[in-house]
């Protein structure tokens, strides 16, 4: 039954894109980063419009609510300027950057510019009584630097009736839209917990996130394995969406959002009439239908004519509540359009949005569609500990000599501007190499120095580079090796460009020579500012992980100095985990030598107690190759397995499959702390029943390592805590929650070195480790084992 009222908050921009938008995608290349361009470019044009017109307001918010087909809309959106002409009359003016060649910039090529600038006229109007008014369309030709108008002047009822003439159209899908978010929220309503009884802390949790999604703000949650934070973070968040949304589950990895499809799943079999919308949005290249992604409309069907038919895809799209990857690659296939690009349309119809932590926090893949201003929006963070670090790569470049050396000898002989400016950066190159050799800080591995401004020589070089490579990637547009090396070089020098313009005082410049290459890098040391802005645009974020200690750390890094913390015990049986810390080894660097057999005979001696799964982690990749060659010289019964460098996902799959039930002989597998095999690793039951984890997980000491350090220090007195120790013991804390994943699990912990049981290391430990034993010696540590075997699977 439809609800006799309908209401619907429409942005304007996405209503006439929605309804006017034609052609098809083409990926060539017509100018990179324009978007982040725009912001500036908008900017330059609107100060310039003032020397013209003293009044001209810039970036001029509109709001207007309309009654059209029983609905009533609230449209809203920024006007880019409205200034008074010399004859008296008011305009607005709507500014666009593009890279269209001149001759066809006619103002007439996109049909979406001028409504949308007349609707904005259309409020103007209605809100100050006028009966006439202008619409000016400026176009700026990035390019050629060439600023283009076009003026067309309207009364007011024409552009009321052009309003509601689109609202007309829209209003089907208003209906649906607004029916469903009905629908939803009823369903929300009655929505109960989906399983008989809450697990030990879920309650606890579950009050908490819905307190913060009701009443805004952030939460850090630390829950421990057990608890069922998807679930625990999902059921509550959905119970407090009211009328906003949607709510965004961004994950670290692919298998956390399966983690979220499944826990959508079960609240909808726990109530089939609920009515919840959910979609995964997937990298492009993951799932992409054509065998080699090339989005042009020569390339690809998918791609040809996809704003012609996404609508009818949309519509049918929006009888399906749960659209994964598969699902998004089915329908895509029915209606012929991308999949990728059907996922992201399909999210402004979502009430879940399931992805990568870039859909939010990175600045330049960002979904601009939401977060372009503050919406009422929740953010789950799942594994919120990979935060800060994933940050700091988002908002960090990089550049290398070679690569500019390289581009230069693809252009063959002769002379060209853009050879010329491709030598001006080589230069700037060699100079920097000729001061890493008068002034490294770090001869071991290679020449480096560092410095706290950003690089201006280099960059006003690259801005100038920016013109000629544009105008031979414009004239070059057939694949080739030289383009896509060409064109791969462009977006480093436009990223590099983005990061420039941020640079502050949380930022560090580092040159390295190794050779004759001589590397760039704009370090971001702390991105809390970048995420403290993120996470301003919406109503409420929880970030959950089963570590996230010390709270103030978390805080501090991800920009949330009033976030609330809550830290809940593992649900688990703490007899169910045996415990215990080799005090008499020390694995720091000077001692590894040393402490090869030492760890080799403790690695024996854990798995010598019972048959089953182990994996033992190491701080590098060189140290655990040393002591695998000890053990498997000095312990051949045993079978063992390595992690190999840069694994992709079919070779992780086949390590991981080793890791059977009810082994018929014990294995263990060698893996590197903080990699692959460190955390999101579900192996349940006797899949694995013990760990050893070899060190305390310290980053390695370098040159980039000490910046953060130092810059800690400086900032907040604990330069050593933030850029060691809480890395490292986070680490360490994920790497032995592998062990037990359920409440029949049992198995055993061994930390190695002796620093595990300094104060300042075990109180980073969660509260469920009362129980850590320290041992010296193996004999002791053997016989231990055998006792918590004995009475814990008699």
Request: hydrophobic letters at 35%; proline letters at 5%.
């Given at each position: 039954?439809?609800?006799?009222?309908?209401?619907?908050t429409?942005?304007?921009?996405?209503?006439?894109e929605?309804?006017?938008?034609?052609?098809?995608?083409?990926?060539?290349?017509?100018?990179f980063?324009?978007?982040?361009?725009?912001?500036?470019?908008?900017?330059?044009?609107?100060?310039?419009a003032?020397?013209?017109?003293?009044?001209?307001a810039?970036?001029?918010?509109?709001?207007?609510?309309?009654?059209?087909?029983?609905?009533?809309?609230?449209?809203?959106?920024?006007?880019?300027?409205?200034?008074?002409?010399?004859?008296?009359?008011?305009?607005?003016?709507?500014?666009?950057?593009?890279?269209?060649?001149?001759?066809?910039?006619?103002?007439?090529?996109?049909?979406?510019?001028?409504?949308?600038?007349?609707?904005?006229?259309?409020?103007?109007?209605?809100?100050?009584?006028?009966?006439?008014?202008?619409?000016?369309?400026?176009?700026?030709?990035?390019?050629?630097?060439?600023?283009?108008?076009?003026?067309?002047?309207?009364?007011?009822?024409?552009?009321?009736?052009?309003?509601?003439d689109?609202?007309?159209?829209?209003?089907?899908?208003a209906?649906?839209?607004?029916q469903?978010?009905d629908?939803?929220?009823?369903?929300?309503?009655?929505?109960?917990?989906?399983?008989?009884?809450?697990?030990?802390?879920?309650?606890?949790?579950?009050?908490?996130?819905?307190?913060?999604?009701?009443?805004?703000?952030?939460?850090?949650?630390?829950?421990?394995?057990g608890?069922?934070?998807?679930?625990?973070?999902?059921?509550?968040?959905?119970?407090?969406?009211?009328k906003?949304?949607?709510?965004?589950?961004?994950?670290?990895?692919?298998?956390?959002?399966?983690?979220?499809e499944?826990?959508?799943?079960?609240?909808?079999?726990?109530?089939?009439?609920?009515?919840l919308?959910?979609?995964?949005?997937?990298?492009?290249?993951?799932?992409?239908?054509?065998?080699?992604?090339?989005?042009?409309?020569?390339?690809?069907?998918?791609?040809k004519?996809?704003?012609?038919?996404?609508?009818?895809?949309?519509?049918?799209?929006?009888?399906?509540?749960?659209?994964?990857?598969e699902?998004?690659?089915?329908?895509?296939?029915?209606?012929?359009?991308?999949?990728?690009?059907?996922?992201?349309?399909?999210?402004?119809?979502?009430d879940?949005?399931?992805?990568d932590?870039?859909?939010?926090?990175?600045?330049v893949?960002?979904?601009a569609?939401?977060?372009e201003?503050?919406?009422?929006?929740?953010?789950?963070?799942?594994?919120a500990?990979n935060?800060p670090?994933?940050?700091?790569?988002?908002?960090?470049?990089?550049?290398?000599?070679?690569?500019?050396?390289?581009?230069?000898?693809?252009?063959?002989?002769g002379?060209?501007?853009l050879?010329?400016?491709?030598?001006?950066?080589?230069?700037?190159?060699?100079?920097?190499?000729?001061?890493?050799?008068?002034?490294?800080?770090?001869?071991?591995?290679?020449?480096?120095?560092?410095?706290?401004?950003?690089?201006?020589?280099?960059d006003?070089?690259l801005?100038?580079?920016?013109?000629?490579?544009?105008?031979?990637?414009?004239?070059?547009?057939?694949?080739?090796?030289?383009?896509?090396?060409?064109?791969?070089?462009?977006?480093?020098?436009?990223?590099?460009?983005r990061?420039s313009?941020?640079?502050?005082?949380?930022?560090?410049?580092?040159?390295?020579?190794?050779?004759?290459?001589?590397?760039?890098a704009?370090?971001?040391?702390?991105?809390?500012a970048?995420?403290?802005?993120?996470?301003?645009?919406?109503?409420?974020?929880?970030?959950?992980?089963?570590?996230?200690?010390?709270?103030?750390?978390?805080?501090d890094?991800?920009?949330?100095?009033?976030a609330?913390?809550v830290?809940?015990?593992?649900?688990?049986?703490?007899?169910?985990?045996?415990?215990?810390?080799?005090r008499?080894?020390?694995?720091?660097?000077?001692?590894?030598?040393?402490?090869?057999?030492q760890?080799?005979?403790?690695?024996?001696?854990?798995?010598?107690?019972?048959?089953?799964?182990?994996?033992?982690?190491f701080?590098?990749?060189?140290?655990?190759?040393?002591?695998?060659?000890?053990?498997?010289?000095?312990?051949?019964n045993?079978?063992?397995?390595?992690?190999?460098?840069?694994?992709?996902?079919?070779?992780?799959?086949?390590?991981?499959?080793h890791?059977?039930?009810?082994?018929p002989?014990?294995?263990?597998?060698?893996?590197?702390?903080?990699?692959?095999?460190?955390?999101?690793?579900?192996?349940?039951?006797?899949?694995?029943?013990?760990?050893?984890?070899?060190?305390?997980?310290?980053?390695?000491?370098?040159?980039?390592?000490?910046?953060?350090?130092q810059?800690?220090?400086?900032?907040?007195?604990?330069?050593?805590?933030?850029?060691y120790?809480?890395?490292?013991?986070?680490?360490?804390?994920?790497?032995?929650?592998?062990v037990?994943?359920?409440?029949?699990?049992?198995?055993?912990?061994?930390?190695?070195?002796?620093?595990?049981?300094?104060?300042?290391n075990?109180?980073?430990?969660?509260?469920?480790?009362?129980?850590?034993?320290?041992?010296?010696?193996?004999?002791?540590?053997?016989?231990?084992?055998?006792?918590?075997?004995?009475?814990?699977?008699?």
């Open positions: 039954m439809q609800p006799e009222s309908l209401a619907l429409l942005p304007i921009r996405q209503l006439v929605f309804l006017l938008r034609t052609g098809s995608i083409d990926s060539r290349f017509t100018g980063d324009r978007a982040n361009e725009g912001a500036r470019l908008h900017r330059k044009l609107q100060k310039a003032v020397k013209d017109f003293p009044d001209y810039a970036e001029v918010p509109l709001t207007q609510e309309y009654g059209c087909c029983d609905i009533e809309y609230t449209l809203e959106g920024r006007a880019d300027g409205i200034f008074t002409g010399t004859d008296g009359v008011t305009t607005v003016d709507e500014i666009k950057t593009t890279a269209l060649p001149s001759d066809q910039i006619t103002g007439e090529q996109s049909r979406e510019h001028w409504a949308q600038a007349k609707i904005y006229a259309a409020i103007y109007a209605r809100q100050h009584q006028l009966s006439l008014i202008r619409v000016r369309l400026t176009y700026y030709q990035v390019d050629e630097e060439q600023t283009f108008y076009f003026v067309k002047e309207y009364t007011t009822d024409t552009l009321e009736f052009f309003v509601q689109l609202l007309t159209q829209y209003a089907p899908w209906k649906r839209a607004a469903w978010r629908d939803r929220q009823e369903g929300l309503r009655r929505l109960t917990f989906p399983f008989p009884e809450y697990r030990a802390g879920q309650r606890a949790l579950i009050k908490a996130v819905y307190g913060t999604c009701r009443d805004g703000g952030q939460l850090l949650c630390q829950a421990p394995t608890i069922g934070k998807t679930m625990s973070v999902l059921f509550p968040a959905l119970k407090a969406l009211e906003g949304g949607p709510i965004f589950y961004l994950t670290a990895r692919g298998t956390t959002r399966t983690a979220a499944t826990a959508l799943a079960i609240l909808r079999s726990h109530d089939a009439d609920l009515s919308r959910s979609v995964t949005l997937t990298a492009k290249d993951k799932i992409c239908l054509q065998e080699t992604r090339e989005c042009t409309p020569d390339a690809c069907p998918y791609a004519g996809y704003y012609d038919r996404i609508k009818n895809a949309l519509w049918n799209a929006l009888d399906t509540p749960s659209l994964t990857a699902g998004l690659q089915h329908l895509a296939h029915q209606y012929e359009v991308c999949p990728f690009e059907l996922g992201l349309d399909l999210s402004l119809w979502s879940v949005v399931i992805g932590y870039n859909y939010l926090f990175d600045p893949v960002h979904l569609r939401f977060f201003s503050r919406g009422d929006y929740l953010f789950l963070i799942d594994e500990h935060l670090s994933r940050a700091r790569e988002m908002h960090s470049a990089s550049l290398c000599k070679s690569s500019f050396w390289d581009a230069k000898k693809c252009l063959g002989s002379k060209s501007s050879k010329n400016a491709l030598n001006k950066v080589n230069q700037i190159f060699i100079s920097w190499r000729h001061r890493c050799e008068e002034e490294s800080s770090d001869s071991r591995s290679g020449k480096t120095f560092f410095v706290k401004e950003r690089a201006e020589l280099l006003r070089a801005l100038k580079l920016c013109e000629p490579l544009e105008n031979w990637l414009d004239e070059h547009r057939d694949p080739s090796e030289t383009h896509d090396a060409l064109l791969q070089l462009y977006f480093d020098v436009r990223a590099w460009l990061i313009d941020t640079f502050d005082d949380h930022f560090v410049l580092q040159i390295a020579s190794h050779g004759s290459e001589v590397r760039a704009m370090l971001c040391l702390d991105p809390s970048f995420l403290a802005n993120d996470f301003s645009k919406g109503r409420a974020a929880v970030l959950f992980s089963a570590t996230l200690a010390p709270a103030n750390y978390y805080k890094l991800c920009g949330l100095p009033e609330r913390a830290a809940l015990r593992s649900p688990f049986p703490a007899r169910n985990l045996g415990l215990w810390c080799a008499h080894v020390s694995t720091r660097y000077k001692d590894r030598s040393a402490s090869i057999p760890v080799s005979d403790l690695i024996a001696c854990l798995a010598g107690a019972r048959t089953g799964n182990y994996l033992a982690f701080p590098s990749y060189s140290y655990l190759q040393s002591v695998l060659e000890d053990f498997s010289a000095r312990y051949p045993f079978s063992t397995l390595c992690q190999q460098s840069s694994m992709d996902e079919a070779q992780r799959t086949v390590f991981l499959s890791f059977k039930p009810n082994p002989q014990t294995q263990i597998g060698f893996a590197v702390l903080g990699g692959v095999f460190g955390e999101g690793v579900d192996l349940t039951g006797d899949r694995l029943i013990g760990v050893a984890i070899v060190g305390p997980g310290l980053p390695q000491v370098g040159p980039r390592q000490e910046q953060l350090r810059h800690f220090e400086e900032t907040c007195g604990s330069g050593f805590d933030y850029a120790r809480y890395p490292g013991m986070n680490k360490v804390l994920q790497a032995a929650g592998r037990i994943r359920t409440p029949q699990d049992k198995g055993v912990v061994l930390l190695i070195d002796d620093r595990f049981a300094s104060p300042e075990r109180r980073l430990m969660p509260p469920h480790w009362d129980h850590l034993r320290l041992v010296n010696g193996t004999e002791p540590l053997r016989s231990e084992l055998s006792a918590f075997w004995s009475n814990t699977c008699p």
